[in-house]
């Protein structure tokens, strides 16, 4: 169906039309927030959240950029805030730690397994994903965009309103903090 | 010890992790429990939504500098203006062959009669 015909019927309050858009953009979604959160209770939780602002907000899109830009943009706000929120969680948790006994650590994803890789290569993505973990947040963003959902750097400095220039730089740096981050690791672990 | 090839190769093999990797989904009735998370939450007022926005720690953290800010453009302004009253008392003193301010104390007092002061000044230049 017409995108710009289910934003307009989405705009004047059809449910059909909202159900479709879900149905058309829930795995995009899902899976970008799945790349930055690397939980599948989070990014499910992201993912809804996503969806409760496009059904609200639908009235800011003015058109100007892609719809599934849009998407992507809300989705990685909403994956980068989650991921704040839960440091910060967890450094109050080490804080309150120190003065109680009882509580509730906050664990993190050591060993994410992402659905969708291949059998021969778990190992090396569950090490990768760990990696990722470490970067700074626009290139953990731009890697995940670029690797995990496939966009071409045009597409990456679209949804990050950046240059191309930026994005070929991001991932250049994040690429060689991967590497040191990942030659570290096999020298502590032969 | 692994050499350093080995290591390197390692970590290519590592850095090609990701490549051939499909979307992952979110399961099943995704679109049902939305619908249910929807109704449960009903859409949050304009107030909740600007309580929210003030309650993130960096704009929460900025409104208390601001204040700050303010209060200290504020209280050097005044300070400043007591100054400039001063000034003008002493000027005046000075025009009227009394004596200068000599208590700094003193110089606060004086400040409240700067306006008459002034509008004085401004009487004589009209005659």
Same mark, same amino acid.
């Given at each position: 169906? =017409?995108?710009?015909?289910?934003?307009?019927?989405?705009?004047?309050?059809?449910?059909?039309?909202?159900?479709?858009?879900?149905?058309?953009?829930? =795995?995009?979604?899902?899976?970008?927030?799945? @790349?930055?959160?690397?939980?599948?209770?989070?990014?499910? =939780?992201?993912?809804?959240?996503?969806?409760?602002?496009?059904?609200? #907000?639908?009235?800011?899109?003015?058109?100007? #950029?892609?719809? #599934?830009?849009?998407?992507?943009?809300?989705?990685?706000?909403?994956?980068?805030?989650? &991921?704040? !929120?839960? !440091?910060?969680?967890?450094?109050? @948790?080490?804080v309150r730690s120190l003065f109680s006994a009882e509580n509730e650590p906050v664990v993190d994803p050591a060993d994410f397994?992402?659905?969708?890789?291949?059998?021969?290569?778990?190992?090396?993505?569950?090490?990768?994903?760990?990696?990722?973990?470490?970067?700074?947040?626009?290139? !953990?963003?731009?890697?995940?965009?670029?690797?995990?959902?496939?966009?071409?750097? &045009?597409?990456?400095?679209?949804?990050?309103?950046?240059?191309?220039?930026?994005?070929?730089?991001?991932?250049?740096?994040?690429?060689?903090?991967?590497?040191?981050?990942?030659?570290?690791?096999? !020298?502590?672990?032969? | 010890?692994?050499?350093?090839?080995?290591?390197?190769?390692?970590?290519?093999?590592?850095?090609?992790?990701?490549?051939?990797?499909?979307? /992952?989904?979110?399961?099943?009735? *995704?679109?049902?429990?939305?619908?249910?998370?929807?109704? /449960?939450?009903?859409?949050?007022? /304009?107030?909740?939504?600007?309580?929210? *926005?003030?309650?993130?720690?960096?704009?929460?953290? /900025?409104?208390?500098?601001?204040?700050?800010?303010?209060?200290?453009?504020?209280? *050097?302004?005044h300070t400043g203006n007591r100054k400039a009253a001063t000034a003008t008392q002493a000027l005046l003193n000075a025009e009227?062959?009394?004596?200068?301010?000599?208590?700094?104390?003193?110089?606060?007092?004086?400040?409240?009669?700067?306006?008459?002061?002034?509008?004085?000044?401004?009487?004589?230049?009209?005659?």
């Amino acid at each position: 169906m =017409d995108e710009r015909l289910l934003i307009e019927q989405l705009r004047q309050g059809e449910e059909a039309a909202f159900r479709t858009i879900v149905e058309t953009w829930q =795995d995009m979604v899902y899976n970008t927030a799945l @790349g930055i959160v690397q939980q599948a209770e989070d990014a499910e =939780d992201i993912a809804q959240e996503v969806f409760i602002q496009v059904h609200q #907000s639908i009235g800011q899109f003015k058109g100007e #950029s892609k719809f #599934s830009t849009w998407l992507y943009r809300i989705t990685v706000t909403k994956a980068l805030d989650h &991921q704040r !929120r839960r !440091r910060r969680k967890k450094r109050f @948790g080490l804080v309150r730690s120190l003065f109680s006994a009882e509580n509730e650590p906050v664990v993190d994803p050591a060993d994410f397994q992402h659905p969708g890789i291949l059998l021969d290569r778990k190992e090396h993505a569950g090490l990768l994903f760990a990696a990722i973990r470490q970067l700074p947040e626009n290139q !953990r963003v731009a890697f995940t965009l670029h690797k995990v959902e496939g966009l071409s750097y &045009q597409e990456v400095s679209e949804v990050m309103n950046t240059s191309v220039s930026s994005v070929e730089s991001l991932m250049h740096r994040a690429r060689n903090n991967l590497k040191k981050y990942l030659e570290n690791y096999y !020298r502590k672990n032969p | 010890m692994e050499s350093r090839q080995d290591i390197t190769k390692r970590v290519e093999q590592a850095l090609s992790g990701l490549d051939g990797i499909r979307r /992952a989904s979110p399961g099943p009735y *995704f679109y049902t429990r939305l619908r249910a998370r929807m109704e /449960a939450e009903p859409p949050r007022t /304009a107030w909740e939504r600007m309580g929210m *926005f003030l309650g993130r720690p960096a704009i929460a953290l /900025a409104v208390v500098l601001l204040i700050l800010a303010s209060n200290t453009v504020l209280l *050097f302004n005044h300070t400043g203006n007591r100054k400039a009253a001063t000034a003008t008392q002493a000027l005046l003193n000075a025009e009227n062959g009394q004596a200068g301010v000599q208590n700094p104390e003193n110089a606060y007092d004086l400040a409240s009669n700067s306006n008459t002061a002034i509008l004085n000044i401004l009487d004589r230049e009209n005659e």
